[in-house]
């Protein structure tokens, strides 16, 4: 089992409507989780990080924290064909120690259709 | 603010020949530094990580090694390259005089061997 799964996709949906994007941990002691987003042949940049259970949400982004499930997940409302790129999941676990080293999902890709 | 730059951001090299990436941050000081590498297809994976001058943790064996000169210099280098050695090169930085472990990106070095 991978320590940090996401679907590959690609994710399509349509202009106007709601991405989500979900991520699953295997350590069930990790802390904290973040979202990138990478455009292609660019590098990742952040979109946001949770930490607590129940939802965070910045702008058009939702971040939902199930730690009792141990998933994370990304919900994009009003998709913009700008919002096409790939999501990359993060997880910060316990034993990575003082280094704070991330744990990195292999990314979902959304494209969103006009 | 904090900016990180990368440089070159391209590069194409024979198979054989030496390598030396950079990567400096402002703004900030005694940052935590990283490098990773990302394959094309393939997820971020982490080669190298400093907590300070001359203080280098490598993740994976290979031909690579690292330095850190000064507080906001991270050097990546090889003495000879690898045809496996291609892919996108990214350094990133986090503060390392907290417990926020959210990583910023530098703009990347694509470098191809051939």
């Known amino acids: 089992q991978k320590e940090v799964e996401q679907n590959s996709g690609p994710l399509s949906v349509p202009e106007g409507a709601i991405a989500s994007l979900n991520c699953t941990y295997s350590?069930?002691?990790?802390?904290?989780f973040f979202w990138y987003r990478q455009y292609s042949g660019k590098s990742p940049e952040l979109i946001m990080f949770?930490?607590s259970n129940g939802d965070k949400e910045d702008g058009r982004f939702t971040a939902q924290l199930n730690k009792a499930s141990q998933y994370v997940s990304l919900l994009i409302r009003d998709s913009q064909p700008s919002d096409s790129a790939t999501y990359l999941c993060?997880?910060?676990?316990?034993?990575?120690?003082?280094?704070?080293?991330?744990?990195w999902g292999l990314g979902t890709s959304l494209a969103v259709n006009p | 603010s904090q900016t990180i730059h990368q440089w070159p951001a391209t590069l194409v090299q024979p198979v054989g020949s030496p390598l030396s990436l950079e990567c400096t941050v402002e703004?900030?000081?005694?940052?935590?530094l990283y490098w990773y590498r990302q394959a094309a297809g393939r997820g971020l994976q982490l080669l190298f990580y400093?907590?300070?001058?001359?203080?280098i943790s490598s993740e994976v064996p290979q031909n690579l090694s690292a330095s850190r000169p000064q507080d906001r210099q991270f050097i990546l280098s090889s003495k000879k390259l690898l045809l496996s050695d291609s892919g996108f090169y990214l350094c990133?930085?986090?503060?390392?005089?907290?417990?926020?472990?959210?990583?910023?990106f530098g703009p990347g070095t694509r470098l191809l061997v051939l």
């Open positions: 350590d069930r002691g990790s802390q904290s």
């Open positions: 703004g900030t000081s005694n940052p935590n």
């Open positions: 949770i930490y």
């Open positions: 990133a930085w986090r503060n390392g005089a907290n417990l926020q472990e959210t990583q910023y």
């Open positions: 993060a997880v910060r676990a316990p034993r990575a120690g003082n280094n704070r080293k991330l744990i």
């Open positions: 400093s907590v300070g001058i001359g203080q």
